[in-house]
């Protein structure tokens, strides 16, 4: 895998920054999921998901979190 910045993987959870939402659907497309499966997995509505996939809706920092554990994107909470 990829290295790590932090030995704690707990200390800063991993969060969405805005910016990497407009990736979330290709993230999830390549993970083989369904807009309903990561919206069960996130534990929100697939509506809500697909408004937050197309820019409508910004998710509060516990659903970006969410998100980023769902589709295991540990570096979304590093500055680019």
């Not at 993987?9 to 990561?38: D, F, K, T, V």
């Not at 509506?47 to 295991?72: F, G, K, M, N, V």
């Amino acid at each position: 895998g990829l290295p790590s910045k932090s030995a704690a993987p707990e200390a800063a959870a991993p969060q969405l920054p805005m910016a990497e939402l407009s990736q979330m659907g290709n993230l999830r497309q390549g993970l083989g999921l369904s807009i309903e499966q990561l919206a069960r997995t996130v534990g929100i509505s697939p509506s809500y998901l697909e408004l937050i996939e197309t820019a409508e809706r910004q998710p509060d920092a516990a659903i970006r979190r969410a998100l980023a554990r769902a589709l295991s994107v540990a570096g979304w909470s590093d500055p680019s």
